[in-house]
């Protein structure tokens, strides 16, 4: 039977203040101020959907230079930064994986995540590798800015060892609108009213969702340990629970005081972060809405507890810093015009036949390793930089990304155009041998020093916004 091999979460470990935001709207929209509690996860500058699924998906391979096993990939998210190449691509490129393995994107509803992974559990056979992630942009002094939130998760599924099986799915699809953004020319969400998206559309189209997956399982609602719905409206997935039959104490906390809701992947975070806590034996209820609703119903292994990830759920919400600059928050979504200084005025073009011929270093990381010398370096070259051996054509790939690094020597520049100044970036040394100079990412002035433990992120390098293009490269984050 299939089920969940291993899974992995990431939240950016930027944490919006809602009060931050309330109160700089407070002139404008001082309705808002009773949504003035918590926190929102918050995306860095050089974060998207994509990068933060591949994050997810790191935690829910672990390190490893042999990810041959993965058959199938899949990328689902509403917020997609390419609509007219393999987002999925680039994912797998991060990953190191096969270049002969099957990739999808899948989008167009916040049930999109939940659906791609009902579709891999319900194929069986090649172990597949769900990824799901968004990023949604709002309105400055909207009710969304203030409910969202950003993050990604991921599943890896086949036969095996199993976490949790599928024992159950149910499904209705009905062209319920809520919300809708237009393909084309359209950056936001436009909302329809609450009470009929509450009455009309959840509390009328997942009930026959949750009860045909529950009776496909061939388990009692009573018998729920974990109820997971993702919603914005407090008590909808309590009164949901309520009228299945499910008991009170099974409804799970959606994050939505420590995180928002984070579109298409909040489905499956949610279901991340109920693996971390379940024991052997228990029943998890996971249920999406989206021009319909997607029901999987899981039954843990007693391999639950042995297979939890290195960071997870838990350990992305621990690793957080509280941002209280509304303004830093408009500028890294663009929704304010600022001025960025002559030495941001450079031509952002890719050479797309450069980043082809070397896609596994530049997406990958991939290095070269000396098979007389054993030494390693980046970039991979044809002549080794061994002092003593500079042999030619002996270098085989070597995998930095998931290697532990430490700082040499750094620097932090006001004068280099950043989106976050100051730019910090310095030489990486790792511990098994060879050496990146790379930028820095996710700290503060103070932040960093000599000796410093590292690890590799993959971020956004930079945009092309004449071509819309987006550069995607590894930094270096501290290690916290």
Known sequence: ?????????????????????????????????????????????????????????????????????????????????????????????????????????????????????????????????????????????????????????????????????????????????????????????????????????????????VKAALAQAGVEASAVDHFCFPCIFSGQAASLAKGLGIKPEAVRDNLAAVMGEAGTAHGPFMLAHALEDATPGQVIVVAQFGQGCEALVFRTTDKIASKRPARGVKGSLADRREETNYMKYLTFRDLVEWEKGMRSEKDNKTALTTLYRNSDQILGLVGGRCRESGVVQYPRTRISVAPNNPAVDTQEPYKFADRKATILSWSADYLTFSMAPPNHFGMMVFDEGGRIFMDITDVEPGDVDAGQSMKMVFRLKEVDEKRGFRRYFWKAAPVR
């Open 1 to 209: 039977m299939a089920g969940i091999l291993s899974w992995g979460a990431y939240a950016p470990r930027l944490r919006l203040s809602r009060k931050a935001v309330t109160s700089a709207n407070a002139w404008v929209a001082p309705n808002l101020v009773g949504k003035g509690k918590g926190e929102r996860s918050m995306a860095n500058w050089d974060e998207d959907a994509l990068t933060m699924a591949v994050e997810a998906a790191r935690d829910a391979l672990g390190p490893a230079d042999d990810r041959s096993h993965v058959r199938k990939l899949v990328f689902a998210s509403s917020t997609a930064p390419f609509a007219d190449r393999l987002n999925a691509g680039v994912v797998a490129g991060a990953l190191t994986l096969d270049t002969d393995i099957k990739a999808a994107d899948v989008g167009g509803s916040q049930r999109a995540g939940l659906g791609a992974l009902g579709d891999a559990l319900d194929g069986g056979g090649a172990t597949t590798l769900v990824t799901v992630g968004d990023m949604r942009r709002t309105r400055a002094a909207s009710t969304q800015e203030l409910d969202f939130g950003d993050g990604a998760a991921a599943f890896l599924v086949g036969e095996g060892d199993t976490v949790a099986d599928l024992i159950g799915r149910g499904t209705v699809t009905a062209d319920f609108v809520d919300h809708f953004r237009a393909s084309e020319g359209q950056d936001f969400d436009y909302q329809w009213e609450e009470r009929w998206i509450r009455d009309e559309g959840i509390a009328k189209l997942v009930p026959p969702a």
